[in-house]
């Protein structure tokens, strides 16, 4: 079933300062769930936040990226998505992989106590910009919203749903410059609240904003395509290794001949053997620890 061909939709309403933003990504989601088993409960999390990640994104007003992490201490770990104003995006969790998740497991109760939530906005040439707070609300969605109304000015609502197929979301927010009467906000949000989870995975950007808004419906722009694309490279693994140190990297090479890092969005390997672990650091880091040199490791 792919309604969303992976679009992102504006949207404004004419009879009052509200805009709003529909993300549908289908082929997209699937890239990224492909190449691990996620529990449904996990794989939900992340897909409504991989959604956020893009709506928000889509309102950066910078050439750069936005990252939205969740940091648990239960069965999960972290979800990380992130996405950027040229419309790319990735996304991936961890979480303990040996245990059992149920279904109907809440994100609260994923991620245990003292949970915390981080947005990260990088412009393409400076320094990022973090905000950290401590999660509080039982979905994404939830704990997103608490987190604008403590930092902006801004109203605003998001609906979020993901499955195996589609990650989707709705966002509304209230423009600035422009007053409005608090019951016509109210109103429109609730219209968007009566949204479900199903209709947000399966029912085209038109369909739905007709549906939820058919008394006035919102001026619907053209979409735009949002496209999967992973920023790591062999020069930034390289870096890696490098802040490793050579002690660590030299011992690991000795042990296994070659050492191997597998990017966690994009499952990218990337090999380094003997020779170019010795180029990239200069000198050679790997013969003092082959067994039966003086302080030889096995
Ligand atoms: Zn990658």
């Known amino acids: 079933m792919s309604v969303h061909h992976n679009q992102l939709t504006r949207f404004m309403f004419d009879d009052k300062p509200v805009r709003g933003l529909h993300i549908g990504l289908d082929s997209v989601w699937q890239h990224i769930l492909a190449h691990k088993s996620y529990p449904a409960a996990i794989r939900s999390a992340l897909g409504e936040l991989t959604a956020a990640a893009v709506l928000l994104a889509a309102n950066l007003k910078f050439d750069g990226s936005l990252t939205l992490q969740v940091q648990g201490r239960g069965v999960l770990k972290m979800l ?9 995006c990735r996304a991936t969790a961890r979480w303990d992989e040996q245990a059992v ?17 981080v947005l990260t906005l990088q412009t393409d040439n400076g320094e990022p910009w973090q905000g ?34 589609t990650a989707a979301g709705l ?23 009566t949204v479900q989870a199903a209709e947000l995975t399966d029912v085209d950007a038109h369909t739905l904003l007709y ?45 296994q001949g070659s050492i191997e890092i597998n990017c966690d969005f994009c499952h990218q390997r990337y090999v380094f053997d003997e020779m170019e672990i010795n180029a990239l650091f200069g000198a050679d880091v790997v013969s003092p620890f082959v067994s039966g040199s003086p302080n030889g490791l096995q």
């Open 132 to 165: 950290v707070v401590p999660l509080e609300g039982g979905s994404v969605a939830e704990m997103l919203m608490g987190y604008m109304a403590r930092s902006e000015q801004l109203d605003t609502h998001i609906s979020l749903a993901a499955d195996a197929h």
């Open 211 to 255: 549906r939820l808004f058919h008394q006035t419906p919102p001026r619907v722009f053209e979409p735009q395509s949002i496209e999967f694309a992973c920023t790591c490279s062999r020069g930034k693994v390289s870096d890696m290794l490098l802040l490793l140190g050579g002690e660590e990297v030299g011992s690991a090479v000795a042990e």
């Open 101 to 117: 998740v149920d279904e109907d497991t809440g994100l609260a109760e994923l991620l245990g106590e003292g949970g915390m939530f």
């Open 80 to 88: 990380v998505a992130e996405a950027t104003a040229a419309g790319t």
């Open 171 to 193: 966002l509304l927010q209230r423009l600035p410059e422009e007053a409005i009467e608090a019951d016509a906000w109210q109103e429109t949000v609730a219209l968007a609240d």
